[in-house]
Protein backbone atom coordinates (compact mmCIF):
# COMPACT_ATOMS: atom_id res chain seq x y z
CA UNK A 1 0.00 0.00 0.00
CA UNK A 2 3.12 2.42 0.94
CA UNK A 3 4.47 1.62 -2.55
CA UNK A 4 1.01 2.25 -4.47
CA UNK A 5 0.40 5.81 -2.24
CA UNK A 6 4.31 6.81 -3.45
CA UNK A 7 3.70 5.97 -6.89
CA UNK A 8 0.01 7.52 -7.00
CA UNK A 9 1.11 10.81 -5.40
CA UNK A 10 -1.59 10.99 -3.21
CA UNK A 11 -4.36 8.69 -0.83
CA UNK A 12 -7.21 9.49 -3.23
CA UNK A 13 -5.35 7.93 -6.55
CA UNK A 14 -4.30 5.14 -4.42
CA UNK A 15 -7.41 3.68 -3.00
CA UNK A 16 -8.95 3.83 -6.34
CA UNK A 17 -6.27 1.79 -8.00
CA UNK A 18 -6.36 -0.16 -4.77
CA UNK A 19 -10.04 -0.61 -4.46
CA UNK A 20 -10.24 0.67 -0.99
CA UNK A 21 -11.75 3.74 0.66
CA UNK A 22 -9.86 6.41 0.87
CA UNK A 23 -10.35 6.52 5.09
CA UNK A 24 -8.50 3.16 5.15
CA UNK A 25 -5.44 3.82 3.44
CA UNK A 26 -4.79 7.13 4.79
CA UNK A 27 -5.18 5.30 8.26
CA UNK A 28 -3.22 2.26 7.13
CA UNK A 29 -0.27 5.17 5.99
CA UNK A 30 -0.40 6.77 9.25
CA UNK A 31 -0.07 3.48 11.58
CA UNK A 32 2.67 2.72 9.28
CA UNK A 33 4.43 6.05 9.89
CA UNK A 34 3.60 5.77 13.98
CA UNK A 35 5.32 2.65 13.95
CA UNK A 36 9.15 3.55 12.07
CA UNK A 37 8.52 6.93 13.97
CA UNK A 38 9.01 8.88 11.09
CA UNK A 39 7.66 10.84 8.48
CA UNK A 40 7.08 9.26 5.05
CA UNK A 41 5.44 11.93 3.50
CA UNK A 42 5.19 15.57 2.64
CA UNK A 43 1.23 16.31 2.45
CA UNK A 44 0.36 19.41 0.13
CA UNK A 45 -2.47 20.56 -1.52
CA UNK A 46 -2.07 18.56 -4.73
CA UNK A 47 -0.74 15.55 -3.55
CA UNK A 48 1.73 14.02 -1.90
CA UNK A 49 5.59 13.35 -2.07
CA UNK A 50 8.09 11.08 -0.28
CA UNK A 51 10.62 12.59 2.01
CA UNK A 52 14.27 11.83 1.94
CA UNK A 53 13.20 8.64 4.74
CA UNK A 54 10.18 7.67 2.29
CA UNK A 55 12.64 7.71 -0.57
CA UNK A 56 14.92 4.75 1.42
CA UNK A 57 11.80 2.93 2.54
CA UNK A 58 10.91 2.91 -1.13
CA UNK A 59 14.12 1.25 -2.09
CA UNK A 60 13.90 -1.15 0.33
CA UNK A 61 9.80 -2.27 -0.75
CA UNK A 62 11.00 -2.47 -4.06
CA UNK A 63 14.00 -4.76 -3.10
CA UNK A 64 11.62 -6.69 -1.36
CA UNK A 65 8.99 -6.76 -4.07
CA UNK A 66 11.73 -8.20 -6.39
CA UNK A 67 12.82 -10.77 -4.09
CA UNK A 68 9.50 -12.31 -3.73
CA UNK A 69 9.32 -12.39 -7.48
CA UNK A 70 13.04 -13.92 -7.16
CA UNK A 71 11.58 -16.73 -4.77
CA UNK A 72 8.36 -17.62 -6.84
CA UNK A 73 10.18 -17.80 -9.54
CA UNK A 74 12.53 -19.90 -8.45
CA UNK A 75 10.52 -22.29 -6.63
CA UNK A 76 7.66 -22.46 -9.14
CA UNK A 77 7.86 -25.04 -11.68
CA UNK A 78 7.63 -22.26 -14.47
CA UNK A 79 10.17 -20.18 -16.67
CA UNK A 80 12.00 -17.80 -14.46
CA UNK A 81 10.04 -14.15 -14.17
CA UNK A 82 9.80 -11.30 -12.08
CA UNK A 83 12.56 -8.72 -12.30
CA UNK A 84 16.38 -9.23 -12.96
CA UNK A 85 18.92 -6.48 -12.03
CA UNK A 86 21.72 -6.49 -14.11
CA UNK A 87 25.15 -4.09 -13.48
CA UNK A 88 27.77 -3.56 -16.34
CA UNK A 89 30.59 -1.62 -17.23
CA UNK A 90 29.55 0.87 -19.91
CA UNK A 91 31.66 -0.48 -22.73
CA UNK A 92 30.08 -4.45 -22.08
CA UNK A 93 26.43 -2.76 -21.80
CA UNK A 94 27.05 -0.66 -24.68
CA UNK A 95 29.11 -3.27 -26.89
CA UNK A 96 28.17 -7.08 -25.85
CA UNK A 97 24.90 -6.87 -24.09
CA UNK A 98 22.28 -5.62 -26.73
CA UNK A 99 22.20 -8.84 -28.74
CA UNK A 100 22.18 -11.03 -25.38
CA UNK A 101 19.54 -9.01 -23.95
CA UNK A 102 17.51 -9.52 -26.72
CA UNK A 103 18.02 -13.30 -26.48
CA UNK A 104 16.76 -13.51 -22.71
CA UNK A 105 14.16 -10.99 -23.62
CA UNK A 106 12.82 -13.91 -26.30
CA UNK A 107 13.52 -16.47 -24.43
CA UNK A 108 12.00 -15.50 -20.90
CA UNK A 109 8.75 -12.69 -22.31
CA UNK A 110 7.83 -12.64 -18.36
CA UNK A 111 11.42 -11.35 -17.25
CA UNK A 112 11.52 -8.03 -16.17
CA UNK A 113 15.89 -6.94 -16.83
CA UNK A 114 16.92 -3.71 -15.51
CA UNK A 115 20.47 -2.78 -16.66
CA UNK A 116 22.72 -0.10 -14.88
CA UNK A 117 26.17 0.84 -15.74
CA UNK A 118 28.90 1.64 -13.20
CA UNK A 119 32.73 0.98 -12.71
CA UNK A 120 33.94 -2.72 -11.81
CA UNK A 121 34.31 -1.59 -7.96
CA UNK A 122 31.17 -0.18 -7.67
CA UNK A 123 29.21 -3.12 -9.20
CA UNK A 124 31.21 -5.25 -7.07
CA UNK A 125 30.21 -3.83 -3.70
CA UNK A 126 26.30 -3.79 -5.35
CA UNK A 127 26.40 -7.36 -5.82
CA UNK A 128 28.02 -8.40 -2.89
CA UNK A 129 25.09 -6.28 -0.67
CA UNK A 130 22.24 -7.65 -2.78
CA UNK A 131 21.46 -4.52 -4.91
CA UNK A 132 21.93 -6.54 -8.20
CA UNK A 133 21.60 -9.93 -8.90
CA UNK A 134 24.43 -9.92 -11.36
CA UNK A 135 27.05 -7.93 -13.10
CA UNK A 136 29.64 -7.75 -15.91
CA UNK A 137 32.82 -6.57 -14.37
CA UNK A 138 36.53 -6.55 -15.60
CA UNK A 139 39.18 -8.44 -14.47
CA UNK A 140 39.48 -11.47 -11.90
CA UNK A 141 37.23 -11.39 -9.09
CA UNK A 142 38.25 -13.91 -6.08
CA UNK A 143 36.03 -12.47 -3.03
CA UNK A 144 34.87 -14.80 -0.37
CA UNK A 145 30.53 -15.02 -0.84
CA UNK A 146 30.40 -14.67 -5.24
CA UNK A 147 31.43 -16.75 -8.04
CA UNK A 148 32.49 -15.77 -11.38
CA UNK A 149 31.85 -17.00 -15.36
CA UNK A 150 33.98 -15.68 -17.89
CA UNK A 151 31.79 -13.74 -20.65
CA UNK A 152 33.84 -11.90 -22.87
CA UNK A 153 37.66 -11.17 -23.74
CA UNK A 154 38.76 -7.52 -24.42
CA UNK A 155 41.69 -6.31 -25.98
CA UNK A 156 42.83 -3.09 -24.71
CA UNK A 157 44.77 -0.51 -26.85
CA UNK A 158 45.78 3.14 -26.23
CA UNK A 159 44.08 5.79 -28.12
CA UNK A 160 45.84 9.04 -29.60
CA UNK A 161 44.95 12.28 -31.96
CA UNK A 162 45.89 11.35 -35.24
CA UNK A 163 49.15 12.91 -34.94
CA UNK A 164 50.49 10.71 -32.87
CA UNK A 165 51.53 7.51 -35.52
CA UNK A 166 54.11 5.99 -33.06
CA UNK A 167 53.79 6.91 -29.67
CA UNK A 168 56.83 6.06 -27.00
CA UNK A 169 57.16 6.97 -23.14
CA UNK A 170 58.54 10.42 -24.26
CA UNK A 171 55.33 11.32 -25.79
CA UNK A 172 53.21 10.94 -22.90
CA UNK A 173 54.84 11.93 -20.35
CA UNK A 174 54.09 15.58 -20.70
CA UNK A 175 49.94 14.94 -22.13
CA UNK A 176 46.97 14.25 -19.87
CA UNK A 177 45.67 10.77 -19.13
CA UNK A 178 41.61 10.54 -19.85
CA UNK A 179 40.37 8.31 -17.84
CA UNK A 180 37.47 6.70 -15.96
CA UNK A 181 37.06 7.37 -12.05
CA UNK A 182 38.52 5.43 -9.11
CA UNK A 183 37.44 1.85 -9.55
CA UNK A 184 37.32 1.28 -13.22
CA UNK A 185 39.57 -1.95 -14.15
CA UNK A 186 40.77 -0.66 -17.35
CA UNK A 187 41.91 2.56 -15.56
CA UNK A 188 43.93 0.38 -13.19
CA UNK A 189 45.30 -1.58 -16.18
CA UNK A 190 46.62 1.67 -18.18
CA UNK A 191 48.17 3.02 -14.73
CA UNK A 192 49.97 -0.19 -14.58
CA UNK A 193 50.94 -0.29 -17.89
CA UNK A 194 52.24 4.09 -17.67
CA UNK A 195 54.43 2.56 -14.84
CA UNK A 196 55.99 -0.08 -16.35
CA UNK A 197 56.95 2.55 -19.47
CA UNK A 198 58.11 5.04 -16.28
CA UNK A 199 55.40 7.42 -17.27
CA UNK A 200 53.69 9.30 -14.52
CA UNK A 201 50.97 11.64 -15.81
CA UNK A 202 50.80 15.18 -15.17
CA UNK A 203 47.22 15.44 -15.30
CA UNK A 204 44.27 13.21 -14.82
CA UNK A 205 40.95 14.13 -17.01
CA UNK A 206 37.98 12.05 -15.78
CA UNK A 207 35.25 11.15 -17.69
CA UNK A 208 32.02 9.39 -17.13
CA UNK A 209 31.03 7.98 -21.12
CA UNK A 210 33.48 6.69 -23.71
CA UNK A 211 31.80 9.20 -26.10
CA UNK A 212 33.32 11.96 -23.83
CA UNK A 213 36.53 9.72 -23.55
CA UNK A 214 36.97 9.36 -27.64
CA UNK A 215 36.01 13.28 -28.00
CA UNK A 216 38.43 14.80 -26.01
CA UNK A 217 40.75 12.55 -27.49
CA UNK A 218 39.71 13.20 -30.95
CA UNK A 219 39.79 17.38 -29.84
CA UNK A 220 43.66 16.44 -28.79
CA UNK A 221 42.95 16.54 -25.23
CA UNK A 222 45.33 13.69 -23.77
CA UNK A 223 45.26 10.09 -24.54
CA UNK A 224 43.24 6.57 -22.95
CA UNK A 225 43.20 3.10 -22.96
CA UNK A 226 39.78 1.76 -24.32
CA UNK A 227 38.55 -2.03 -25.37
CA UNK A 228 38.98 -2.15 -29.11
CA UNK A 229 35.27 -3.24 -29.37
CA UNK A 230 33.85 0.09 -28.15
CA UNK A 231 36.29 1.70 -30.82
CA UNK A 232 34.88 -0.28 -33.57
CA UNK A 233 31.45 0.23 -32.57
CA UNK A 234 32.15 4.52 -32.50
CA UNK A 235 31.78 7.16 -35.51
CA UNK A 236 34.72 8.86 -33.78
CA UNK A 237 37.45 5.75 -34.74
CA UNK A 238 38.00 7.58 -37.70
CA UNK A 239 38.97 10.84 -35.40
CA UNK A 240 41.46 8.64 -33.35
CA UNK A 241 44.25 6.53 -33.79
CA UNK A 242 44.74 3.26 -32.16
CA UNK A 243 47.85 1.37 -30.70
CA UNK A 244 48.53 -1.88 -29.07
CA UNK A 245 50.16 -1.72 -25.89
CA UNK A 246 53.10 -4.04 -26.42
CA UNK A 247 54.08 -6.63 -28.81
CA UNK A 248 51.79 -8.63 -27.95
CA UNK A 249 47.48 -7.55 -27.68
CA UNK A 250 46.74 -7.15 -24.24
CA UNK A 251 43.31 -8.98 -23.07
CA UNK A 252 41.21 -8.93 -20.04
CA UNK A 253 38.58 -10.57 -19.60
CA UNK A 254 34.92 -9.70 -18.86
CA UNK A 255 33.63 -12.11 -15.90
CA UNK A 256 29.93 -12.05 -15.15
CA UNK A 257 29.69 -12.15 -11.30
CA UNK A 258 27.15 -12.76 -8.86
CA UNK A 259 26.36 -14.25 -5.16
CA UNK A 260 28.20 -17.62 -5.05
CA UNK A 261 24.84 -18.75 -2.98
CA UNK A 262 21.90 -17.70 -5.68
CA UNK A 263 20.44 -20.19 -7.14
CA UNK A 264 17.19 -18.40 -8.70
CA UNK A 265 16.23 -19.01 -12.22
CA UNK A 266 16.82 -15.52 -14.01
CA UNK A 267 20.33 -15.48 -12.64
CA UNK A 268 20.87 -19.30 -14.06
CA UNK A 269 19.11 -18.12 -17.45
CA UNK A 270 21.60 -15.43 -17.69
CA UNK A 271 24.68 -17.55 -16.70
CA UNK A 272 23.56 -19.77 -18.87
CA UNK A 273 23.11 -17.82 -21.90
CA UNK A 274 26.49 -16.06 -21.05
CA UNK A 275 28.75 -19.41 -20.52
CA UNK A 276 27.26 -20.59 -23.73
CA UNK A 277 28.88 -17.93 -25.32
CA UNK A 278 32.25 -17.88 -23.44
CA UNK A 279 35.79 -17.53 -24.76
CA UNK A 280 38.64 -18.72 -22.67
CA UNK A 281 41.77 -17.61 -23.57
CA UNK A 282 44.90 -16.58 -21.84
CA UNK A 283 46.00 -12.52 -21.28
CA UNK A 284 48.56 -11.71 -23.08
CA UNK A 285 50.61 -8.77 -21.39
CA UNK A 286 50.90 -7.36 -17.80
CA UNK A 287 48.06 -8.99 -14.93
CA UNK A 288 45.41 -6.43 -14.05
CA UNK A 289 44.46 -5.65 -10.64
CA UNK A 290 41.04 -7.46 -9.70
CA UNK A 291 37.93 -5.50 -10.19
CA UNK A 292 36.75 -5.35 -6.69
CA UNK A 293 40.50 -4.14 -6.29
CA UNK A 294 40.53 -1.81 -9.29
Known amino acids: ?65 ALADEAQADLGDRAPRGRLLIGAMESTAA ?22 TATSGVLVAQVRAGELSAAFVGGEVSEPGLAADPAFVEELVLITHPSLRRPAAGDLRTRTLVTFGAGCTYRACVQQWLAGQGVRPPRVFEVASYHTMLACVA ?74 NG
Open 95 to 116: VHLPRLLSTLHARYPALEVQLV
Open 219 to 292: ANVGYAVAPRSVLLASSARRAIRAHRLGPRPWRITTHLVRRAGDRSRAVEALRQLVTGKAVTTQRSGPPARSAS
Open 1 to 65: MFKTVAEAGGVTRAAHRLHRVQSNVTARVKRLEAALGVALFVRARRGMSLTPEGRRLLDYADRLL
